[in-house]
Every structure is written in C-alpha cells, then in structure tokens.
C-alpha cells in the first residue's frame, strides 16, 4: 500500500472554475501536511501546508485537512493558465525531513 | 536570501560510473534530504541529514551514499551507475524538527546511457 495515494489526472478545468485536488495518505499518525507544485522540467515549489483539521487559505489556495478519514485536499479558485501543472502532495510522518509523497495530479487549465 | 542550489544542473553518465551531486541548504537550515524523481513519479526519499548526523535512509542500494559537511552542504554519491539511476535527484532544504517544511532546489538531471 501507498503512503500516498492521489489520483493522476489529468484533471481538465476551464479558466476562472474552481479545481480540487484530493489526497489520502495511510500513516494515521502523521503530522503535518504539504501541497508542492511542479511545472513540467521543473522542481517542485511549495504552495502551503496544513497541521490542522479544518481549512486553511491562502489567497486563491484552500488545503482542507480531515484526520479521521486521512484526506487531505486542495482547491484552486479562479484557475488560471499558468496554474496548470502537476501537483503533489507530500505527508510528513515524524516532523524530519522524510517526505511521503504522492505521484501528483496533473492539472489543465484551459483558457 | 539565496534558496537551494544543487550542482550540476544536469549531466550524462555512462552505466557502471561514478557520479557526485552537490547541495548547498538554505542559510540557517541544518537538514538535508536527498530525493530521486523518476518520470512520472513523486519524488522518492533516499537520505536525510540533520547536524551532520544521518537521520534516515530510504530503500535504495547501498551504492547510494551521502554526507553532510560542517558548513551544512551536502553530496550525493551513486557508485556503479545503472540505466534506471537516470532521474532528477532533488536536494531540500529544511530546519527540522516540529514544523519543519522542506524547500527544494533546481535539481541535477541525471542521465546514464
């Protein structure tokens, strides 16, 4: 089983809708929580991270985090063109530098 | 600030070499991890390394190892280079601890022919 486990997509959205990105992740007891993006070539950047249950925004980036079904998502609101990428969500078990990652979510946003 | 940065950039092996990939942390960070993203794929963790000690090691052969220096730089070293050795081998940045968020840099893209 997975550590991580996201759909690969591609998830297609046309510009200005909402896109929502799902994750689960099977270590009950982590911690802490990330969603990175990556451009085709690219590394992956951090978008933003969750440690609570409940929603965290951050501009047009909402993480929704709920523990006791070990779910984790992403909304993008107003998507744009250049929000199309592959995104990946990353779990971190122990609060070190070991990241469980997910194979990402590639996201097109067509204009 | 400059952020991570990883050398070389790319490079092009051939099977059964040597190849050494370097990371500078970002400034005040102590920890270190290495990750190796095949196409396709989530980035795979390999090493971390926190205060010159490592910390963990995930499931790759033992021709893979690392080190932390004092300065808090780290190497990557891939010894009898196979075919599937060809990746992007990420390097992030992190304080550790409760927290800790990990930052990457460019990454080397590594290809063995």
């Known amino acids: 089983q997975k550590e991580v486990e996201q759909n690969s997509g591609p998830l297609s959205v046309p510009e200005g809708a909402i896109a929502s990105l799902n994750c689960t992740y099977s270590d009950r007891g982590s911690q802490s929580f990330f969603w990175y993006r990556q451009y085709s070539g690219k590394s992956p950047e951090l978008i933003m991270f969750?440690?609570?249950?409940g929603d965290k925004e951050d501009g047009r980036f909402t993480a929704q985090l709920n523990k006791a079904s070990q779910y984790v998502s992403l909304l993008i609101r107003d998507s744009q063109p250049s929000d199309s990428a592959t995104y990946l969500c990353a779990v971190n078990p122990d609060n070190f530098n070991k990241f469980y990652f997910g194979s990402g979510t590639k996201l097109n946003v067509k204009p | 600030d400059a952020g991570v940065t990883q050398s070389p950039t790319h490079l092009i092996k051939t099977r059964g070499q040597h190849v050494t990939l370097r990371c500078s942390p970002i400034?005040?960070?102590?920890?270190v991890s290495w990750y190796q993203q095949v196409l396709g794929q989530g980035p795979q963790f390999i090493f971390q390394y926190y205060e010159k000690e490592e910390r963990g090691r995930g499931n790759f052969p033992d021709r893979f190892s690392a080190r932390q220096f004092p300065n808090y730089s780290s190497e990557l070293n891939v010894n009898a280079l196979l075919l599937g050795d060809s990746a992007l081998y990420l390097c992030?940045?992190?304080?550790?601890?409760?927290?800790?968020?990990?930052?990457f840099g460019e990454g080397s893209w590594l290809t063995v022919v």
């Open positions: 992030a940045s992190g304080t550790g601890g409760v927290g800790n968020t990990i930052y």
């Open positions: 400034s005040g960070h102590k920890s």
């Open positions: 969750i440690y609570s249950n």
